[in-house]
């Protein structure tokens, strides 16, 4: 498996014509990392209002993944299920959030998929 590059703080752009090769590369080689880790960071572009938590709970709706997502600061912050709305709403994520996302089970790859086509957040660099 090759050495997989930390994203840079961009959200992938899918142009009206498609994603470019370079943009495709990059979401798959994000997709395989997030489904080793089993988790992902991302930071929110917008506020996380009832839109954009819709779409995320749409998202995970026909998919066995367990998904959970919680917030990364506070450190420890309890993770709300993905299918639920209002528990999303709950974690109160404004504008530059970083989320910690989990998709663990059957279908994983298809709901991280989905979630890098969103658009509503940028993947987070690896700490090292």
């Given at each position: 498996m090759g050495n997989l590059e930390p994203a840079q703080n961009k959200q992938i752009s899918i142009e009206q014509g498609g994603p470019s090769v370079g943009d495709t590369l990059r979401t798959e080689a994000l997709i395989e990392r997030a489904l080793l880790?089993?988790?992902?960071?991302?930071?929110m572009i917008n506020n996380l209002h009832m839109f954009p938590s819709t779409q995320i709970c749409q998202a995970c709706?026909?998919?066995?993944?367990?998904?959970?997502?919680?917030?990364?600061?506070?450190?420890?912050?309890?993770?709300?299920?993905?299918?639920?709305?209002?528990?999303?709403?709950?974690?109160?994520?404004?504008?530059g959030t970083v989320l910690?996302?989990?998709?663990?089970?059957?279908?994983?790859?298809?709901?991280w998929g989905k979630f890098f086509k969103l658009q509503l957040w940028a993947a987070e660099p690896e700490e090292r």
């Open positions: 880790d089993g988790k992902m960071d991302f930071r709706m026909d998919s066995a993944a367990s998904v959970s997502i919680a917030r990364k600061d506070p450190p420890g912050s309890e993770a709300v299920d993905a299918r639920s709305v209002l528990s999303i709403l709950t974690l109160g994520a404004p504008q910690t996302v989990s998709v663990q089970g059957e279908g994983a790859a298809d709901i």
